[in-house]
């Protein structure tokens, strides 16, 4: 912890777990820090907005250009937001990992007996920020350069879209990051691992925001039942991720 | 499951010895102890690079040699009764021949997923913990993967001929080339290096996860092709009317490739145990034996100049985060 | 027989990738189980 120079120093008060307060309590203490810890390196070093945000800009564009005709685009913009989404996770986890790896905080962290729930919950936070400042910026994306439309009642549905959708990407992007940055440097095997995961959430996520935008007739109340499977992506996920975390980054 | 003492690693089995090994290593003890260890069998018995340690014997016992010839006989029937003696279904024609290895590969397929997911939950498992575990989910996935391939290519040359298209989005088609996709990721996982406990943990986790995820690809492609109401070639058309002999040929397929898969499983669950404990005795005895293969004489020196070579490079990198220090 | 390429495809796709496999893995074990003495293979 220390030799990341951290603000977030205060984390090892919370590696004592058995402190009086109940454990699940200490977990999101842990958590809270954790993300703090991850927004304040971003609020420094701006990786975030002035690398991928400009990349996934250029996603959309280079979208235009492969598909050449303004109907076609109308038509795909909801598919072509996340995909530009999905790519640009990968670039945000490799980033959220290569800050812990870096100099081996993760395993300070670790030997600190900070609890790996925490420390996932704590980093899905922040990527689950970091997402979510990316979706607005590419949804606004949509609508200048794909006339995407958005009604009032629209927006609603995008929004509700969007928080299961980004808390899912999130804790699975934080899940195989974690594994791929236990492995020191096979960064190359993140997107086999990540993409057949996110296939539900691409689909998913795509479908409600046609219904948002109402590409191709779609109703508004189309767009409902796939939030709920997004929903449901998202807590199985969180469940499994909380799990699954201390096994992973356990050396 | 985070613990890093494991109650039930207290006991080793007698004949697993690196277990012992690795249990020193996870235990923290200082490095010359644990080499030490290793080394023992291999200056026992002399020089190694002289005399041959082993005599040569394989991963086959009698129950594989015997399982492996009823394989092969079970093999041949298989594609006697397959392209011969069953008759041409009623509408599909010779076609339905395709299916045979289809059907067969797929069900295996889909049963080596399932020992891959159990033997990982049992490897994570505290009471049950043990690198057999990971081993058999390893060699399972494997031939997992090979006939899922085999699934997806005999598939699309029947769907070719007989609904015009290699390829359907339907939710089965689907989520089997997911599961495909995923399980060659875990295998990628598998080769990342490290202890292996810490592949073992691993993998175990991502075969885990590959559960969570096939359902749910599957039920989000099924609910988005209920939406999307075109493309339904698979309907109606396709039924296949089984008489006995076409019966008994799917069953017969079915077997023939689940007593291939179980041959499978045993040998190479051995050949990883035996890979697992050339990594942990160092390269020393393997590369001098290599050498000792071509030039009998060629004895001691052998160590400082074989470490250039190619699997010197690749074990020392996968044997250098065992002494990790914070473990 | 019609679509006798499919057909054959399939089965050599099957019994070949089985039988690759098949012996990939025997001779592994072979090379390596010349390495290590029989102490090591608990299943002799």
Same mark, same amino acid.
């Given at each position: 912890?220390? @030799?990341?120079?951290?603000?977030?120093?205060?984390?090892?008060?919370?590696?004592?777990?058995?402190?009086?307060?109940?454990? !699940?309590?200490?977990?999101?203490?842990?958590?809270?820090?954790?993300?703090?810890?991850?927004?304040?390196?971003?609020?420094?070093?701006?990786?975030?907005?002035? #690398?991928?945000?400009?990349?996934?800009?250029? $996603?959309?564009?280079?979208?235009?250009?492969?598909?050449?005709?303004?109907?076609?685009? #109308?038509?795909?913009?909801?598919?072509?937001?996340?995909?530009?989404?999905?790519?640009?996770?990968?670039? $945000?986890? #490799?980033?959220?990992?290569?800050?812990?790896?870096? @100099?081996?905080?993760? @395993? !300070?962290?670790?030997?600190?007996? $900070?609890?790996?729930?925490?420390?996932?919950?704590?980093?899905?936070?922040?990527?689950?920020? #970091?997402?979510?400042?990316?979706?607005?910026?590419?949804?606004?994306?949509?609508?200048?350069?794909?006339?995407?439309?958005?009604?009032?009642?629209?927006?609603?549905?995008?929004?509700?879209?969007?928080?299961?959708?980004?808390?899912?990407?999130?804790?699975?992007?934080?899940?195989?990051?974690?594994?791929?940055?236990?492995?020191?440097?096979?960064?190359?095997?993140?997107?086999?691992?990540?993409?057949?995961?996110?296939?539900?959430?691409?689909?998913?996520?795509?479908?409600?925001?046609?219904?948002?935008?109402?590409?191709?007739? !779609?109703?508004?109340?189309?767009?409902?039942?796939?939030?709920?499977?997004?929903?449901?992506?998202?807590?199985?996920?969180?469940?499994?991720?909380?799990?699954?975390?201390?096994?992973?980054?356990?050396? | 499951?985070?613990?890093?003492?494991?109650?039930?690693?207290?006991?080793?089995?007698?004949?697993?010895?690196?277990?012992?090994?690795?249990?020193?290593?996870?235990?923290? =003890?200082?490095?010359?102890?644990?080499?030490?260890?290793?080394?023992?069998?291999?200056? /026992?018995?002399?020089?190694?690079?002289?005399?041959?340690?082993? =005599?040569?014997? /394989?991963?086959?016992?009698? +129950?594989?040699?015997?399982?492996?010839?009823?394989?092969?006989?079970?093999?041949?029937?298989?594609? *006697?009764?397959?392209?011969?003696?069953?008759?041409?279904?009623?509408?599909?024609?010779?076609?339905?021949?395709?299916?045979?290895?289809?059907?067969?590969? &797929?069900?295996?397929?889909?049963?080596?997923?399932?020992?891959?997911?159990?033997?990982?939950?049992?490897?994570?498992?505290?009471?049950?913990?043990?690198?057999?575990?990971?081993?058999?989910?390893?060699?399972?996935?494997?031939?997992?993967?090979?006939?899922?391939?085999?699934?997806?290519?005999?598939?699309?040359?029947?769907?070719?001929?007989?609904?015009?298209?290699?390829?359907?989005?339907?939710?089965? &088609?689907?989520?089997?080339? +997911? *599961?495909?996709?995923?399980?060659?990721?875990?295998?990628?996982?598998?080769?990342?290096?490290?202890?292996?406990?810490?592949?073992?943990?691993?993998?175990?986790?991502?075969?885990?996860?590959?559960?969570?995820?096939?359902?749910?690809?599957? +039920?989000?492609?099924?609910?988005?092709?209920?939406?999307?109401?075109?493309?339904?070639?698979?309907?109606? =058309?396709?039924?296949?009317?089984?008489?006995?002999?076409?019966?008994?040929?799917?069953?017969?397929?079915?077997?023939? +490739?689940?007593?291939?898969?179980?041959?499978?499983?045993?040998?190479?669950?051995?050949?990883?145990?035996?890979?697992? *404990?050339?990594?942990?005795?160092?390269?020393?005895?393997?590369?001098?034996?290599?050498?000792?293969?071509?030039?009998?004489?060629?004895?001691?020196?052998?160590?400082?100049?074989?470490?250039?070579?190619?699997?010197?490079?690749?074990?020392?990198?996968?044997?250098?985060?065992?002494?990790?220090?914070?473990? | 027989?019609?679509?006798?390429?499919?057909?054959?495809?399939?089965?050599?796709?099957?019994?070949?990738?089985?039988?690759?496999?098949?012996?990939?893995?025997?001779?592994?074990?072979?090379?390596?189980?010349?390495?290590?003495?029989?102490?090591?293979?608990?299943?002799?």
């Amino acid at each position: 912890m220390n @030799d990341t120079a951290s603000p977030a120093s205060g984390s090892p008060a919370s590696g004592s777990p058995a402190s009086g307060s109940p454990a !699940a309590a200490s977990i999101w203490r842990t958590a809270r820090l954790v993300a703090g810890k991850d927004l304040r390196i971003e609020r420094r070093s701006r990786v975030i907005v002035n #690398q991928v945000l400009p990349f996934a800009s250029l $996603v959309m564009v280079l979208f235009a250009f492969a598909l050449d005709n303004d109907e076609v685009l #109308q038509r795909t913009a909801p598919g072509l937001v996340w995909l530009a989404t999905i790519f640009a996770l990968l670039v $945000v986890v #490799q980033r959220a990992f290569a800050v812990e790896t870096a @100099d081996g905080a993760l @395993d !300070a962290l670790r030997v600190a007996g $900070v609890s790996p729930p925490g420390i996932f919950l704590g980093k899905s936070l922040a990527l689950a920020v #970091q997402l979510l400042v990316l979706e607005l910026l590419l949804i606004g994306l949509a609508v200048v350069l794909y006339e995407a439309t958005l009604t009032a009642t629209g927006a609603v549905l995008l929004v509700t879209t969007l928080l299961p959708a980004t808390t899912g990407l999130a804790f699975v992007g934080t899940l195989y990051g974690g594994l791929a940055a236990g492995a020191r440097g096979r960064e190359t095997l993140l997107p086999l691992l990540l993409f057949p995961v996110v296939a539900p959430v691409l689909i998913g996520a795509t479908r409600a925001t046609e219904a948002a935008f109402g590409v191709g007739h !779609a109703a508004i109340d189309e767009g409902w039942p796939w939030v709920g499977m997004l929903l449901v992506f998202a807590a199985l996920f969180g469940v499994g991720g909380t799990l699954a975390f201390g096994p992973l980054i356990e050396e | 499951m985070s613990e890093r003492q494991r109650p039930g690693r207290e006991q080793p089995r007698q004949h697993e010895q690196h277990e012992q090994h690795e249990q020193h290593e996870q235990h923290g =003890n200082e490095d010359s102890a644990h080499v030490a260890t290793t080394q023992t069998p291999l200056t /026992g018995p002399g020089s190694a690079a002289t005399s041959p340690v082993g =005599n040569g014997a /394989g991963t086959g016992t009698r +129950f594989t040699r015997i399982l492996g010839a009823l394989t092969l006989v079970a093999m041949g029937v298989l594609a *006697l009764f397959a392209l011969v003696i069953s008759p041409p279904d009623v509408v599909q024609g010779e076609t339905v021949r395709i299916l045979y290895a289809h059907v067969g590969t &797929v069900w295996v397929a889909y049963l080596a997923f399932v020992v891959t997911a159990v033997s990982s939950a049992a490897y994570l498992w505290k009471r049950t913990s043990s690198l057999t575990w990971d081993r058999i989910a390893g060699a399972s996935a494997e031939i997992g993967v090979l006939f899922m391939a085999i699934t997806l290519l005999t598939g699309s040359l029947w769907g070719r001929i007989t609904w015009g298209t290699f390829w359907v989005w339907d939710a089965r &088609v689907t989520t089997t080339a +997911f *599961l495909f996709i995923t399980y060659i990721g875990y295998l990628a996982v598998r080769g990342l290096g490290g202890t292996h406990q810490q592949r073992a943990r691993r993998s175990a986790v991502v075969a885990l996860l590959a559960v969570l995820e096939i359902p749910l690809v599957h +039920f989000s492609v099924r609910i988005w092709r209920s939406v999307h109401q075109d493309a339904s070639v698979a309907t109606g =058309n396709t039924d296949v009317k089984l008489d006995d002999t076409m019966l008994f040929t799917l069953l017969l397929a079915t077997v023939a +490739f689940s007593m291939l898969y179980v041959w499978y499983v045993l040998h190479r669950q051995r050949v990883l145990h035996l890979q697992d *404990l050339l990594d942990d005795k160092g390269l020393d005895l393997a590369l001098a034996e290599r050498r000792s293969e071509g030039r009998p004489d060629a004895s001691a020196a052998a160590p400082t100049t074989a470490a250039s070579t190619p699997t010197a490079t690749v074990s020392a990198a996968s044997t250098v985060p065992t002494k990790d220090p914070v473990s | 027989m019609d679509h006798a390429g499919f057909i054959f495809a399939s089965y050599i796709a099957a019994f070949g990738g089985s039988a690759a496999l098949a012996w990939y893995v025997v001779r592994r074990g072979r090379a390596l189980g010349r390495q290590l003495p029989d102490e090591d293979k608990p299943w002799i």
